[in-house]
């Protein structure tokens, strides 16, 4: 397998982050790389970083001043983001290659936040005994830390990380593209791969990657949805939402129509319709449904 494969097949890597019993998200290792470039993740550190200078010092057995605050939260930031970046590509390998796909945040952020802290702890003693020549002496208190860590992390799964993933899905493609109807019947050509059309089931866009469900197995290609779907025979399929299209063939009906605002496949897997289609895709599938 080639270089270029394994990391297509790591950043399309899906996991679900649990925090509590209902709370939790689901993302690709892309979209999680991308949050931390994101305008939402810089809009919440702003303020968040000018809350815990301003108003933690009840988290050190021994009050630091502002500045001895703000260099330990900087080092404490630097620290979390990397074992955060290492963590996450544990869970994209694990996820990918042994089918592992659910992790706890509380235990991930244990692991972070010590790591963390005493990244901070070694950094600002650093800091302020060789490069000040002033000694710097205070006592972290850990368990305090960690909560704090933690209620950061259900913030940010809760109202940080979510707009930013819906933005990010609903962006991934072009404007509804009209299928060719010229385009050779019985194949769809992608960056060099072939695909039979009556084995398709399902495709799916992601920002500059599409995946094609064939069979029993997901096949990720890099390309446009719109250049793949100017393939497509127009009647053979429907485009239920921006960035998914699903076969004729690959839908089961009966499911379908007692789910609305859902497609259900054969294979099980549902796909949300998006609300300016499903009166479309209704339509579509009752003339599925009496074509039987």
Same mark, same amino acid.
């Given at each position: 397998?080639? !270089? ?15 925090? $509590?019993?209902? #709370? ?18 810089? $809009?919440? !550190?702003?303020?968040? +970083? +000018?809350?815990? &200078? ?36 544990? +869970? ?17 952020? $244990? ?27 205070? +006592?972290? !208190?850990? $368990? ?10 259900? &913030?940010?799964?809760?109202? #940080? ?41 399902? &495709?799916?866009? *992601? ?6 469900? #064939?069979?029993?197995?997901?096949? !990720? ?26 076969? *004729?063939?690959?839908?089961? &009906?009966? *499911? ?37």
């Amino acid at each position: 397998m080639r !270089l270029e494969d394994v990391k297509q097949q790591m950043l399309q890597a899906e996991f679900t982050l649990v925090m $509590l019993p209902r #709370v939790s998200v689901t993302l690709k290792l892309h979209e999680a790389f991308s949050f931390f470039a994101s305008r939402n993740f810089f $809009l919440f !550190l702003a303020p968040l +970083m +000018m809350l815990l &200078i301003g108003a933690t010092p009840s988290l050190f057995a021994m009050p630091l001043d502002g500045l001895g605050r703000a260099v330990y939260w900087v080092f404490c930031l630097v620290g979390y983001l990397a074992l955060a970046f290492c963590m996450l590509f544990f +869970m994209g390998a694990t996820s990918c290659y042994l089918n592992f796909r659910k992790f706890y945040s509380p235990v991930l952020c $244990l692991i972070a936040a010590f790591g963390a802290t005493r990244f901070a702890e070694f950094g600002a003693t650093e800091v302020f005994n060789k490069v000040f020549s002033y000694t710097f002496v205070y +006592m972290p !208190l850990f $368990l305090p830390q960690y909560l704090l860590i933690l209620g950061i992390e259900l &913030i940010v799964m809760l109202w #940080v990380l979510p707009p930013f993933l819906a933005r990010a899905r609903d962006v991934s493609t072009d404007a509804d593209p009209e299928p060719d109807s010229s385009a050779p019947s019985g194949i769809v050509t992608v960056n060099g791969k072939t695909f039979l059309i009556k084995d398709i089931q399902y &495709i799916k866009a *992601s920002q500059h990657y599409v995946t094609i469900r #064939v069979g029993e197995k997901d096949v !990720l290609v890099r390309s446009t949805f719109k250049g793949i779907l100017t393939q497509l025979p127009k009647d053979y399929g429907f485009q239920v939402h921006r960035s998914f299209w699903v076969s *004729s063939k690959g839908v089961d &009906i009966a *499911s379908s129509l007692n789910e609305p605002g859902n497609v259900v496949l054969t294979c099980g897997t549902k796909i949300a319709v998006a609300r300016s289609r499903q009166c479309d895709v209704r339509s579509w599938l009752t003339q599925l449904a009496a074509a039987a």
